[in-house]
């Protein structure tokens, strides 16, 4: 079925170039949307199967795919307006360069092959430039060719890292460079050799994660980023490398350095923390705030997986409700954007009274980010606290102090632009449709219901990546 996917997606992206009229285009990527809900679909009925050898449909590949495809009809749909005066050749390669972006995620989540993985990784890279630089200017041109070299950078270290990962004798000899493979060859690989694999993997991904130390890449491209695409780089392209790592990380999570591992885990997490922190104070951009924001969350992600089979399931619910809430965030900031005619928060304010029922969505979607009931974040952070006092005063302490700075960055941001008088530039927005809001109101109400209830078969998803007892009801796991 993959295969058939790879195929009918780049015919669609190939008449989307040959016939690159308004209406084809937008009836073509509609298509395609159609197609990827469906495959998704298909993997969730076809659970752990393998296909064309390289691609195999377990619990994790059908969580992100089933969330991406609900983030990129989304995306899609906000993106129809931003595109309408853009000239032809604009518009089919911005479409073109979203649907390969889809694809190579869908490739990403789903390999079962540390090389398959990287090499559409890299993949993503090059669609995701396409995106990037849609506006054309100086400062989109900068950024996408920074977003490119420092990507390319990072997936080399990547590649050296799984050289040295693969400096088993026997791994060389059967030439099984699949995840599984790897998983028991590991045990026999000198430590050194692993450590160093471990390091480059995590550097070079990194910027994927936007995580320390190369989150930086990701900042300046949803900085430049047209709204719906910053929400979909944000959300599905992090979640593909958060699985590229995840896989990596499992593989080695039964070799000798399993504490090492840990140990870098909480620090890399507790850097991004810090870096998150610091510089949400000093950004002058909202879609800078939000991007700073991805940091934050990436990093308590990290945290949360060096503490084993119940932060790996921890992880899960924090990635998956954070798309939620981060995607409605940035699709929202391009309806704020069409009212205060800018990002810059210097020159924004008076969101509410210009659009008060936009002003009450933003809120609303900045209490959810920061965790604050009834976020279904709160339920991640909660239980990740909790394993944290369990031994690890330090890091929870450390934690707490920094994001209570985060916290007062997001809230003092946001209020400047909600709140105070209109400036004379801004005037009264015109009729928006209650259908602009759609999504947010759906992503926001999704990221409240799963603070109360998650469904049993994503909980079970969940439990089958953790490696948790899928009998036990989460209410379990959180007071346990």
């Known amino acids: 079925m993959i295969g058939a996917y790879f195929i009918i997606g780049l015919i669609i992206a190939g008449l989307i170039l040959l016939y690159p009229g308004k209406r084809s285009s937008l009836g073509y990527t509609f298509a395609f949307i159609v197609l990827q809900a469906a495959f998704s679909v298909y993997a969730l009925l ?4 393998v296909d064309l050898r ?12 089933l969330l991406m495809s609900l983030i990129a009809a989304a995306s899609f749909y906000h993106s129809i307006g931003y595109v309408r005066e853009d000239s032809r050749r604009k ?29 559409f990784i890299e993949l993503t890279t090059l669609s995701a430039a396409g995106l990037i630089n849609h506006n054309r200017s100086i400062t989109s041109l900068e950024a996408t060719w920074k977003y490119v070299f420092i ?6 270290l990547a590649y050296i890292g799984i050289l040295f990962a693969s400096a088993n004798p026997g791994t060389g000899q059967t030439g099984d460079m699949s995840f599984e493979s790897l998983r028991s060859s590991f045990s026999g690989i000198d430590p050194v050799y692993l450590k160093i694999a471990f390091v480059l993997i995590l550097t070079g991904y990194s910027s994927k994660l936007e995580v320390f130390p190369l989150y930086t890449i990701g900042i300046d491209a949803n900085y430049v980023a047209p709204a719906p695409v910053s929400a979909f780089l944000s959300t599905a392209l992090v979640n593909g490398g958060f699985i590229a790592f995840f896989r990596v ?3 080695m999570a039964d070799s000798q350095i399993t504490e090492w ?7 890399t997490g507790l850097l991004s ?3 998150s922190a610091i510089y949400m104070q000093k950004a002058s951009n909202l879609k800078r705030v939000f991007a700073y924001s991805t940091v934050e969350h990436m990093g308590l992600v990290l945290i949360a997986l060096s503490f084993g089979k119940t932060g790996i399931y ?11 809430i981060k995607s409605g965030l940035f699709l929202h900031a391009g309806i704020l954007h069409r009212v205060l005619k800018s990002y810059k928060i210097s020159k924004t304010g008076g969101y509410l009274a210009l659009n008060p029922a936009g002003a009450v969505i933003l809120l609303s979607g900045v209490i959810l980010i920061t965790a604050i009931p009834p976020s279904g974040l709160f339920l991640s952070e909660f239980m990740l606290f909790k394993e944290m006092i369990n031994g690890h005063w330090l890091v929870f302490l450390a934690v707490a102090v920094l994001l209570t700075f985060i916290f007062y960055g997001i809230f003092n941001k946001n209020l400047r632009v909600i709140m105070g008088n209109p400036l004379p530039a801004h005037e009264q927005p015109g009729n928006i449709p209650l259908s602009e809001y759609f999504s947010q109101i759906v992503f926001f109400g999704l990221a409240v219901i799963a603070c109360f209830y998650i469904p049993d078969f994503l909980t079970g998803l969940f439990a089958s990546v953790s490696g948790l007892d899928t009998h036990l009801p989460l209410s379990v796991l959180i007071l346990k």
């Open 46 to 49: 076809n659970r752990d199967r």
């Open 151 to 156: 990507c390319s950078v990072g997936i080399a």
């Open 249 to 251: 990380f499992a593989s």
């Open 54 to 65: 390289y691609f195999t449909y377990d619990a994790l590949a059908v969580v992100f795919l």
């Open 314 to 324: 921890i992880a899960l619910i924090q990635i998956t409700v954070h798309s939620l």
């Open 261 to 267: 591992m840990n140990h870098v885990l909480l620090i």
């Open 91 to 119: 518009r089919a390669l911005f479409f073109f360069s979203f649907i390969a972006l889809n694809i190579s995620l869908t490739g990403v989540y789903t390999a079962n092959n540390i090389i398959v993985s990287w090499i």
């Open 273 to 275: 923390l810090l870096a």
